[in-house]
DNA sequence: GATATAAACATGTCTAAACTTATTTATCCC
DNA sequence: GGGATAAATAAGTTTAGACATGTTTATATC
């Protein structure tokens, strides 16, 4: 089966890529199977092995295939269910949905860290950092609870920036870029304070997002998101 | 700035992407900034171009670098908060903690579509597909719900599975290979049947992960899952 | 001045060949 | 049989060179 010699044009790994994809929902080559090695399907396809290469490669990162040096190819057993989870910049998804963007500062003070926080960070519970709580609206209606803890050491310019004329969130994506983030995703009914702010009733379901941002100099911020009951995360 | 002579053995790529991602973290190259193009860094890094390449298509997908064809490679205004979810298998999860994996069937029949289903799976409400319902334990507790939607005309052989012996993500995961996936994450007060079945109560917020594939016959199995309370999902 | 056309350019992709590295398989020795 | 060692193998990476493809910029034309 060589490559059909007039459609692709500059995207023959991607041609590549379905065809095996293929290969595979069709149960041609079955969970577990080993594929012809790299030089073998190249010869097939009539393209070099680099090709081949990097076609497979893409299929490894999505999951479907499990590749090992000299051991070879195999489709994964269990294709673990990998998906990407995009958080939008708050202001950005509000505004993309034609609302009008505002945001409150409930709090901006110096705090003793605590452990939850502590631990996403990777600092000692009790540190002092610099502990921000906002809401953000849409329409004037509560959109998001954003809680963030900031660390001076890893952003000393943070010290002579305003929060309350600019959004914390804004500042730091442009002006801390980061090497390493963790995530994670939970969920959790609100709390009376929590039901205050976002205008809803005490106990609602909440979904969660903590986000950890890392630079060279060690964390710089830990934010716990809380959106609106019965908003979703879509993941591609 | 040549690459060390000595360490990067088969890894300049990886190295100069580093070397990339720090000079964005640094500020050398501030947000917005058009960096230098793709034969420049390979004389500067004393590598070719291709490896050059490699590593800025590597910060491109983690969304630090915009690149476009004639414009160059610019540092990225608002880096996008990516991060990718991984659903793990119900039993290989419970089983890595040390705990014993069972199940319990709820009700297998046959029944029309709900409207949220239907939407998600892009097939019209009302069709008669097979409704599954089961709770997943770990010791004997819950652990999670599943409530799964399976269309027989992308899986035929579904017709012949007996799932009170035979646990339904795993059949089709090892038999219902697929081409895409959609998937969303939220959150709910779990309902009275829910709060029974994961012997809670009525009203606690669960995690909610909606998972819909496909394959070339159409959509497979569209499944909610609701995880006990607290469970918490980690993103890399 | 507006608009079509051509040139310039940076990234995108591919190739063929070489070398590296992890891992398996075979072989030899005890 | 057990264990160390060497050979074989398949993927991982890099290179230099080429051509393709979008985009922008400059130029010519109306």
Redesign the pocket.
Known sequence: MTLPPKI??????LFIADEVRRRIVEREWRQGDRIP???ELAITFG?????V??A??LLAEEGLLD???????RVTLNPVRKATLTVPIVREQIEAAGLTYSHRIIASRRSPLPASSARRMGLAAGLVLLHLREVHYANNRPWQLEDRWINPLAVPEIESVDFRVLNSNEWLVRNAPYFRATMDVTAANADRREARLLEIRQGQALLIVNRTTFNDLGPITSVRLAFQPGHVLTAD
């Open positions: 692709p044009p500059a995207a023959k790994a090695d790299e030089a393209v070099a092995r680099a090709t290469n990097k497979l490669q590749r090992r040096r000299r051991a070879g190819t």
